[in-house]
């Protein structure tokens, strides 16, 4: 009720909206110093997961060294139910008569809650010792069906009113009434020149809009991030006047010139042409991102965390379901009744000797306590199992040297006694709304549940605690992160007797290779180092070898793996010894099966 009331005093105010580069803290605790604080989201509408970059400055005009502290609370509201919330902590540093700039990704909750006029809101509370706390609020209106979209500021000031009308018809259109009120935007705006240069900064977006002339100023990291971000499955727009134009000359890698449109891994790269004046036509944007784009791709991000786990999951189905064996907690129960009732009554403090009541009457309730621990711990244990299901793209061409990692995974937990971990790499990580039963937590029927957790972002993982996993429970999540390899497949003699080297680290299982001629060759038990060579087989073998592993995976990544499969020049294979993103280290992961998919390189 107080962050209602915060949000309806700031619209009695006049507050106006974030937009690109505007700073939601602009605090100077000091005139005399000029001691200050100024807090700027790089984006100026939140995604519906994932992180928003936010940059700091500080300026310490006083005679001592200062810290910072920052506090981010993430979390999505609505009117049915209690939000859920992510929070997040952060501190920066300044020394005495100096100034000092940071960038934090702020971890963001996934916005589950779907009731009308759905909103996911960031809190910011600034603290510096001496000074009183400052407090600010940015929020965003979303719908589940609608992406989350950045554009670039020159695109964003011509087009904005036009594109967020045809955004809300949309809708309005698709769902019977907008759920948002009627306050939906088309998309956030950014800076260009002041974008981040880690790819987890745009995680959360679906849809990138840039012209090509600012896609030039970029700097590099940012251009490399996004190019990564593009990769992990982001639609990046490039909009311009100039047909002639193609990916090549923009120094995207991997296309060959005269291509406008690429799918690159599981993102899709395309050059839009718009006239001279810089105005979209609003109808063609929205269609791009609702209908074209998604026919390859599938939906956005939020309505895949939404949908695509919550039933019919394959991986959860593989799993298996777990029996409550409630009979014994009945007899238990009823073992407690009868003891604590007759039997004590007529039994153990019989008329003459009741006080003996005060005695026995707790024996037999810790007695009863402590057997229906014993029968939790027999029947749950301790930690738990799960499964998890990798989808990898290897690229080690272009000087790209990375692997881009989507871990679907599913863990059932007993007795926890900490349920705080750390990743084992800087990741993307949301949990998934899962079937319902009695062991599930996070379902669509209670939005999310409700949950609360914490993520401090640290320079090698992601330190989280909370409702990641609870006991007695199951849960789901996804997870995607990008790492450095130098690994690949190396083909030494060509057709009609190729034979390859493989210089991953784990062994792979099954191979399979589509020459540039388009034909089909397969290989088992490929090690580290060893030439294996391999045999034709026909078409018909790799697709169904093919539809078996894709209908191991949950409808996005049966998408990307779709996208991937038949590219010539490329392989695909299978491992269940590639080391998964780590989190709770008291889960036992029964099964970690992989995919990997590449090209393969010629000498």
Request: proline fraction near 6%; aromatic fraction near 10%.
């Amino acid at each position: 009720m107080s962050r209602l009331l915060s949000a309806f005093l700031l619209l009695l105010l006049g507050a106006a909206p974030v937009t690109a580069q505007e700073t939601i803290i602009n605090n100077t605790y000091n005139p005399k110093t000029g001691t200050k604080a100024v807090v700027t989201a790089l984006i100026s509408e939140l995604p519906t997961s994932g992180y928003l970059p936010i940059r700091v400055s500080l300026r310490n005009g006083g005679k001592i060294d200062r810290t910072w502290s920052f506090r981010f609370t993430s979390y999505d509201s609505g009117y049915a139910a209690e939000p859920n919330e992510m929070r997040s902590d952060f501190t920066g540093r300044c020394a005495k008569g100096q100034a000092a700039s940071y960038e934090f990704l702020v971890p963001l909750v996934s916005t589950f809650q779907q009731d009308y006029s759905p909103t996911t809101e960031l809190d910011i509370q600034v603290s510096a010792t001496a000074y009183p706390s400052i407090n600010q609020n940015m929020s965003t209106d979303y719908e589940a069906s609608w992406p989350s979209v950045m554009m670039s500021s020159s695109l964003y000031k011509k087009n904005a009113g036009p594109l967020d009308a045809e955004a809300q018809a949309h809708v309005s259109s698709t769902t019977g009434g907008s759920s948002s009120g009627g306050s939906l935007r088309f998309a956030g705006d950014f800076d260009p020149k002041q974008m981040s240069d880690q790819w987890l900064a745009y995680s959360g977006y679906d849809y990138c809009f840039i012209t090509d002339d600012e896609w030039r100023t970029l700097s590099p990291g940012a251009r490399g991030a996004l190019l990564q971000w593009n990769r992990m499955g982001g639609s990046l727009l490039i909009c311009g006047s100039d047909a002639s134009l193609d990916l090549k000359a923009l120094g995207v890698p991997g296309p060959p010139a005269g291509v406008r449109e690429s799918n690159r891994s599981w993102g899709t790269i395309k050059l839009l042409s718009i006239p001279s004046s810089g105005n979209l036509e609003p109808k063609k944007a929205v269609q791009l991102i609702t209908t074209d784009i998604p026919k390859v791709k599938g939906q956005n991000r939020l309505n895949s965390l939404r949908s695509d786990y919550s039933s019919n999951w394959p991986l959860h189905l593989s799993f298996g379901s777990k029996t409550a064996h409630i009979i014994f907690f009945i007899l238990v129960l009823i073992a407690f009744g009868v003891l604590v009732g007759p039997i004590n009554l007529f039994v153990f403090a019989k008329a003459g000797q009741r006080h003996r009541l005060f005695i026995t009457t707790p024996i037999i309730s810790i007695g009863a306590s402590l057997l229906l621990i014993l029968l939790i711990v027999f029947q749950d244990g301790f930690g738990g199992r799960g499964q998890r299901l990798i989808l990898m793209e290897v690229r080690s061409d272009n000087s790209e040297n990375s692997a881009f990692l989507s871990q679907e995974q599913i863990a059932r937990t007993g007795v926890l006694f900490s349920t705080g971990f750390t990743t084992s790499d800087p990741a993307y990580i949301s949990p998934v709304l899962i079937s319902e039963s009695r062991w599930a937590r996070v379902t669509q029927s209670n939005d999310g549940g409700n949950s609360r957790y914490q993520a401090d972002v640290l320079e090698n993982g992601l330190k989280v605690a909370g409702d990641w996993f609870q006991s007695r429970s199951e849960h789901g999540h996804l997870l995607e992160t990008i790492r450095p390899t130098r690994g690949r497949i190396e083909i030494v003699s060509t057709p009609p007797n190729p034979v390859i080297i493989s210089t991953f680290e784990f062994p792979l299982e099954k191979l399979y290779f589509i020459d540039p001629d388009g034909d089909h060759w397969m290989a088992t038990d490929v090690a580290q180092g060893r030439k294996t060579e391999l045999s034709p087989v026909p078409e018909t073998q790799f697709n169904a070898w093919a539809t078996e592993e894709l209908d191991l995976f949950s409808p996005r990544n049966q998408r990307r793996l779709t996208m991937t499969t038949n590219r010539t020049g490329h392989f695909v294979a299978t491992s269940d010894e590639v080391d998964g993103i780590g989190t709770l280290d008291s889960i036992s992961w029964k099964e970690t099966h992989a995919v990997i998919t590449g090209p393969v390189f010629a000498p």
